[in-house]
């Protein structure tokens, strides 16, 4: 492999290398050393099965207890084509995910069902839509001036040169010194870099959230343009990931991309189920590690409460903070009441007002303070 590339290997090896970038993308530790160990222990095993090149892959990737599930999931995606779905109880339909690339999970579809409310409800309502045109031009334009250095930031452990900084540059000082016969005026530092922290923006588009939904899809392609590490899903009766149509810079286009994306306008309303299926496909699940999660919803969850509770609490753990914004916190006196919000608020860092483009702005603006 170090020698003449992947195009010098057999067509035959080239799903091992696939499988191999595989586990990368999602997180393994996989080297060149131990790719080409894998693919020496195919060759020595046969293999006469399939079990064999899983079990050749346990041996040279070595997944921990905690990550074997997640290895054998995406190697029955890779090599049987299974999908990765959500896990569910016995008696629930799944929780289908879907993006705007090939290879995207697609568990089996819920039935309809009767709706439980006027609402939100777990019913599922398929339907197109079209955007329209909104009159929050100045508030985005303020935020997309204002997030660059005002959304949250995360020190690297690469050093870079600054005028102050802890850390000599000791090879920059050396360069100085014998180009002036020894002689420094200053001694040159380094400082850690930085990066914007990953946000993850969670938009409910259930038939409770109507209102305001098409300010809150400017706002979220406003917030793509703007941020350097963003992603965007769609919460209702499904999951969707809208981050690439949003990556367009014109922006009719972009959210006319995302509006054929979902399928669930107006639907029902299953927070947990979707949450749940956020952090069972793993790349996802990357997306949530060390990230400021902000949900848009009014969490009447009509599943079961607990479902959700239990989501936002897993999310909280592998979270750096989880706001959760709220048109009904536009109220000075709300307070959470319904079963499934009431119970995830212990593992919420706030729960802040969602009713206008200019709260969620705010929102996201404050992250960084911690407010």
């Excluded at 900084?165 to 014998?178: P, S, V, Y």
């Excluded at 002689?183 to 038939?207: C, H, K, M, N, T």
């Excluded at 400017?218 to 499904?238: D, I, K, N, Y």
Aim: hydrophobic share 45%.
């Amino acid at each position: 492999m170090s020698g003449g590339g992947t195009a010098a290997l057999p067509g035959a090896a080239r799903p091992f290398l696939g499988f191999a970038a595989r586990l990368r993308a999602n997180g393994f530790a996989v080297s060149p050393d131990r790719t080409e160990g894998f693919l020496a222990a195919i060759g020595l095993l046969g293999p006469r099965a399939l079990e064999d090149v899983r079990r050749a892959g346990h041996a040279m990737f070595g997944p921990g207890p905690e990550r074997r599930a997640e290895f054998d999931a995406l190697f029955d995606a890779h090599f049987l084509g299974r999908s990765i779905a959500a896990p569910a109880a016995a008696d629930e339909d799944e929780t289908e995910v879907r993006e705007d690339r090939d290879g995207a999970a697609d568990p089996l579809e819920p039935e309809a069902e009767e709706a439980g409310g006027a609402e939100a409800t777990m019913a599922e309502t398929l339907t197109a839509r079209g955007l329209s045109g909104g009159g929050d031009e100045a508030a985005l334009a303020r935020f997309a001036r204002r997030a660059p250095a005002r959304l949250p930031r995360l020190k690297s452990r690469r050093l870079r040169r600054a005028r102050r900084g802890a850390a000599l540059d000791m090879r920059r000082a050396l360069r100085r010194a014998l180009a002036r016969d020894g002689e420094l005026v200053e001694l040159p530092r380094r400082a850690r870099a930085s990066r914007q922290r990953r946000i993850l923006l969670l938009l409910d588009v259930s038939g409770s959230m109507r209102a305001g939904l098409d300010a809150r899809l400017r706002l979220a392609h406003a917030l793509v343009q703007a941020g350097e590490r963003v992603e965007v899903f769609t919460l209702g009766t499904r999951l969707t990931r809208i981050t690439r149509p949003l990556a367009l810079r014109d922006r009719g286009r972009a959210l006319a991309r995302a509006a054929g994306l979902v399928a669930d306008w107006e639907g029902g309303t299953r927070i947990g189920a979707a949450l749940e299926a956020l952090l069972a496909v793993p790349r996802f699940a990357g997306f949530v590690r060390g990230a400021a999660v902000v949900v848009v919803s009014d969490g009447l969850e009509r599943d079961r409460p607990e479902a959700m509770v239990a989501a936002v609490a897993r999310l909280s753990r592998l979270a750096w903070r989880v706001d959760w914004l709220s048109p009904l916190a536009a109220d000075p006196a709300f307070e959470p009441r319904t079963a499934a919000l009431a119970g995830a608020a212990p593992y919420l860092d706030r729960i802040g007002d969602g009713g206008s483009t200019e709260a969620i702005v705010a929102g996201l603006l404050d992250l960084a303070e911690g407010r």
